[in-house]
Each structure stands twice: as C-alpha cells, then as structure tokens.
C-alpha cells in the first residue's frame, strides 16, 4: 500500500543574503492513513520547514532535492496549479496564532463558506449548513450566532475551534497542526486537545502535530519524529520513544521537559552548548558538539539510520553512531 | 517580610465620558478585587492563573504601574503614600522587574553596557563606574565581556532573558518580580534560566514574585503559590500541599491538565468583569458548583496551616490536612 505521504532524503536550502542556510537535510519519514504523527524539536530544528513541505508552502527561496509523495504522486514535480489545488482539498492546516489566521474583516460564516470552494457540486446554502454543522460539532455554542461574528469578538479558543472546524470543512487527507495550544491558556489548551483528540474520527487520513510539547505528543499522537539542526534523528511509536529513547538528544529532550520531572527540583537538567548554525556546512553529526556520548566517528562521519526494530520497513530508527553494535 | 500585600483593588476607568451621562452604566472595571498575600526574605512565590486573571495587573501594582484604589502594598516595610509617581521611586529601587517580552523591554538603540546599567542613572546612582558595574552584572549572569556592545537585535531570546535578569539585578533589589521568565524558550534553555534564577537566589538572597501560567516550572521553583482567577487569589498556600492535594476545583481543574488523578476538564472561559459574576466568581465553571454558589460569595477559610482557599466546598477538609 502507499502511505499517504512518503518523504525521501529531502534536503531544503534557502538562499540568504549571508549565504545558503541548510534548513533541512536528509529527511526521510513516511506517514500512513490514519496515523497521528508529533513532529517535535526546539526552534531552529526545522519542523515548521518540514510542516511547510507538507503543505507544499516553501518560500521562493528554498531549493529542494528528494522527494515528497502524497499519496504517490511527487509533489514538487507538479506543477504550480496543482499544488494550489491540493491545499485546502487534501492537505488543510492549523496554525500557531489563532488571532492571525482569520480575516478580521470578514464574518466567520462568509470564511468558513469560503474555504469550501473547492467542493464541487453544493451551493451556497449546503456550504453554509455544513459550516454550522461543523461549528457545532467542534463545540461551539450558538453556531448561527458566531457565523455573523468577526474575529475581534471571539475569544482565543473559540477562534482556534473556528479553525479547526475550516480545516476539517475541506475534509483533508492531511491535516498539519503547527503549535495549535501554543497561545492559549492551560484550561483552554484542555479543551482544544480534547478536541484534536476528537477530529482524528474526523479526519479520514493522516493527522502531523507539529509542537515542542513532549506531554502533548504522548498525550495524541501515536507516533512521534524528533529533528534536531534540520535533520530527524528518531522516529517510532510514542510509548516507545518515550519510553526507551535511543537517541542521545532524544534523551537530553525528555530529560529538560519539567512536566515529566516527577520531584520537585530546582536544578533542571539542560543541554549544554547550542544548536549549530545552519549557515556552517558540516561533516559529522549535528548533535556531536552536545553530545556526552559522542566518539571521534561522530564528528566526522554522518550517524547512519539504524533501524529500532519495532516495524521491520525501516520507518523506526534513530540515527546515531552509537547504535551500531 | 520584603513583601506585605493587604486587600489591593486595581480598577481601570472605561466607557469615556459618554458613557458617565447614561444612568447605572459600568464606570469602572476591577481588575484586582481584594487581594492579599505576603512573602518572606529569600522565598518564591508563585502566582498562577490564566490570562485576564489579573497576574500582571498585580505584578505592576506592586510598583505603582497601575491604578490602585485601594489597599495597601509594602515593599521591605516601605509604603508609598501620597500622590504622584514620586513617592513610588523610592520602592522601585528596592524592586527588579523582569517585564514578559524582554526584546520589548530592551531599548533596541542602546548597547547592553547601557542598558544594564540604566537603573544606576534612573536613580541617580553617585559614584557608580557603569562600565564597571555592567561587567560585573553581565558576569553575575553568565555572559562573557563581549556582550557588552550588542544591541538587542543580536540577542538570542536566552541571551535577552539573562540581560533582563543583569538589569534587574543591578540595584541589588530585595525583590525580583519576573512576568512570565521563561515564555517563548525552548525547554533546554528554559532550564537554564531557571536555574540561574535559582543559583542568584541562593548567592544574593532576594525574593521572587514569579508570575507564571506554566504550572509545570512553578511546582519546581516556588515555595508557596498564589492561584488567580478573576481577579483574586481563590487558594494559596506550600507548593507541595497545593500540588498534593488542591482544595479549590479551579485549581484542580489547572492541575489536572498535566499529571495524575481525576481530570477536570472545565467548560467555556473565564467569564466578563463587567459587571463580575453574582455568588462565587466561579460557579459558572466550576464541575461541583450548587445552588448556594449562585447567591452566596465565599469567604476564605484555611484548609491546612498557611494553606488557605476561598470557597465554599473545599475538595479537602480541615482534619484530612497533614495526614497525607
């Protein structure tokens, strides 16, 4: 079967005006139907590049090698008018910043009408039902009443069920959320995850949530991809990344996260060191510089992808010299 | 006691003056509603809420930023009395403030030398060798010399943070309000600015007043915490009490959204201040409200020693305290 989406040592550069800045390298990774995938990392990782990729939303700057499929079809070799097409009709997304992705001069209703445009063969009054049926399956109240509203006076966890409810309007195959608790407060965060956690019966395909939130991750996804300096160094399903990490960065991540510290300390543990800069091109592995168990190996030669053995296609790997018995 | 806090108001007028001629309107919005709390020497205190709860209003409050109609704030048993901006000068030179967006809060045209050092020339600091003394803060916080003519813009937002940490220090301040010190950073060096915070704590004695929404990091940092909503404080006390066995079911509700036990997911948001909800602020929201909660407002009572909450319906009782 073909997986909904198949990545393949893509590698993405940007050209800067201080040189190329290698945002991704080497990327492989493949999501399948019906799968929740945490794409985690801190900033500067590459993960929000990787979630543009997705939705084919790459700047004019970046320069691609490898290869993107979703559902088999390249997607950096279709042309400009095909991409267009596939945004909205088979990849939809949610964004960090609830207040910013909405038009705040259009009422919710005309937006969620809006966004049907690709749907084909409904008029004008079956998009607006639907927009008020999803609205009220998402949770809002009222769902008539906001369908006049404007942004301005929805509060920020309305706003972000707004945008879950467009993006599942266009019923994607792909649905990518980029940090969609980030801005909110924590009873509102509760509520939206429970949400999330609600869609993936919606969402007849594959759901990418993008966060730095290990507990979120453990909390939704089934399995989890961790990037680090734009290259993914561990993928596999969550209970197992968490719970047997086998990359070394892997394991400085978790080890920081202080939700998952269960004594109360005021000395938290951190990674020494700092992300190298994407600017440097460089041999070796990106995390040698900060690794404590790293070899003279790691410095000069790039860390191999070994597989960890739980799904025996090679989708679970760490990639990291050390692995290699 | 470095900080004494008694039944604070904060209102902020609204409506202009339109709004004056119509009848029974709205005139003000109260922001804080009564709040009290104390801190010790060399302590943290936590102060949890989400956003509206008023947090920030009372970390300004606290230096005379923002509109207080009445009660008392002593900082260091100092009380600014009188009218005017004046009198509070005298209590900003004992208080640091870590505002939440440092890049905001650094002047982007001025070096970090100089903007490290500012507060000596706020206060008409004599004597003071500020090349000096920015050298020295800047060491106090783990950055090499070289940071000393960096502009804003060339700041990592860890980077920014430590230089906030080095300017309020710089006043040896017995009180260090940080506004949210760790939002926006990656976990690796959110860490690491907490256990700065910590490790200056440990060598020059100050107090915190940490203003937090990440229940996570308070639990590790704080000593006592102060919950918020709407405005007041509805529970505080010892961290690992309130931590271990929370009494208000808004608490409850904010802890469960991470760890164990029985999870309370509440419903809707936190609802309008004008005019504040009738009874309990809460019971709008709250899972186990009844009927009394809709007419009655509650009073605060102490579940544990210093562990105190204000409603009526404690999720634990005065005798189960201690015993777990």
Not at chain 1, 17 to 38: H, M, N, Q, T, Y
Not at chain 2, 77 to 94: H, L, N, Q, T, V
Not at chain 2, 165 to 193: F, H, Y
Request: glycine share 10%; proline share 7%; hydrophobic share 45%.
């Amino acid at each position: 079967m073909t997986p909904l989406l198949d990545i393949a040592d893509l590698s993405i550069t940007y050209a800067t005006a201080s040189g190329p800045v290698r945002a991704l390298k080497d990327v492989s990774l493949r999501i399948e139907k019906g799968e929740v995938l945490g794409l985690v990392g801190e900033s500067g990782s590459g993960k929000s590049t990787l979630a543009s990729a997705m939705m084919a939303l790459l700047p004019a700057n970046a320069t691609i090698s490898g290869r993107l499929a979703f559902n088999g079809a390249d997607l950096f070799a279709l042309d400009p008018e095909a991409r267009r097409r596939l945004r909205g009709n088979g990849v939809a997304a949610i964004f960090q910043d609830p207040f910013t992705a909405l038009n705040p001069a259009t009422r919710i209703g005309a937006q969620l009408v809006e966004f049907q445009h690709h749907k084909t063969g409904i008029g004008h009054a079956e998009r607006t039902r639907r927009a008020v049926a999803m609205l009220a399956r998402v949770g809002i109240s009222d769902p008539e009443r906001r369908m006049r509203q404007y942004p301005f006076e929805l509060s920020g966890g309305i706003r972000q069920r707004v945008l879950i409810a467009a993006a599942l309007l266009t019923e994607p195959q792909l649905l990518v959320a980029d940090e969609p608790t980030t801005a909110l407060d924590a009873t509102t965060e509760m509520q939206i995850i429970a949400l999330l956690r609600a869609s993936r019966a919606l969402v007849d395909g594959a759901i990418v949530l993008v966060t730095h939130d290990m507990g979120l991750v453990a909390d939704l996804c089934d399995r989890v991809a961790v990037m680090y300096a734009g290259e993914l160094v561990e993928a596999g399903p969550t209970a197992e990344v968490v719970a047997h990490p086998r990359h070394p960065y892997t394991r400085a991540l978790l080890a920081c996260d202080p939700a998952l510290i269960t004594v109360q300390t005021r000395h938290f543990p951190t990674i020494p060191g700092q992300v190298p800069d994407p600017g440097i091109p460089r041999d070796g592995c990106a995390f040698a510089a900060r690794c404590t168990e790293a070899s003279g190996l790691c410095h000069t030669t790039p860390p191999p992808m070994v597989s960890i053995g739980i799904g025996d296609d090679g989708g679970d790997f760490a990639r990291c010299h050390r692995l290699v018995a | 006691m470095v900080l004494e806090i008694e039944d604070l108001v904060v209102r902020y007028r609204t409506g202009g003056w339109a709004g004056a001629l119509r009848p029974k309107s709205q005139r003000h919005v109260e922001v804080l509603a009564g709040v009290g709390l104390t801190l010790d020497a060399g302590r943290t205190l936590g102060v949890v809420g989400e956003s509206g709860s008023g947090k920030t209003t009372l970390a300004r409050a606290v230096v005379g930023l923002a509109p207080i109609a009445a009660g008392v704030v002593r900082v260091d048993g100092m009380r600014a009395s009188g009218w005017g901006d004046g009198p509070w000068r005298f209590i900003r030179r004992k208080v640091g403030f870590m505002f939440q967006d440092p890049l905001a809060s650094l002047d982007p045209r001025m070096d970090v030398a100089t903007l490290v050092t500012e507060p000596f020339v706020i206060h008409r600091t004599q004597g003071i060798d500020r090349r000096r003394e920015a050298a020295r803060l800047l060491d106090l916080v783990g950055l090499p010399a070289r940071f000393l003519e960096r502009h804003p813009y060339q700041l990592s937002g860890g980077q920014a943070r430590r230089v906030s940490v080095a300017r309020a220090l710089a006043l040896k301040p017995k009180l260090v309000i940080a506004d949210e010190p760790t939002a926006g950073l990656d976990l690796s060096i959110q860490g690491d600015v907490l256990n700065l915070m910590t490790d200056l704590q440990a060598e020059l004695g100050m107090s915190y007043l940490l203003i937090t929404h990440n229940l996570t990091v308070a639990r590790h940092v704080a000593d006592e915490i102060a919950v918020m909503y709407l405005g007041r404080i509805v529970e505080t006390g010892p961290t690992d009490a309130i931590y271990r066995a929370p009494a208000h079911p808004y608490t409850r509700a904010l802890l469960g959204a991470r760890g164990g036990g029985e999870r309370i997911v509440l419903e809707g948001e936190p609802p309008g201040l004008s005019p504040r909800p009738q009874g309990c602020e809460f019971h709008g929201r709250c899972p186990i409200a009844k009927p009394r909660c809709q007419s009655e407002a509650p009073v605060e009572r102490t579940v544990a020693p210093r562990h105190r909450v204000l409603c009526h319906f404690p999720l634990i009782q005065p005798d189960m305290a201690g015993t777990a």
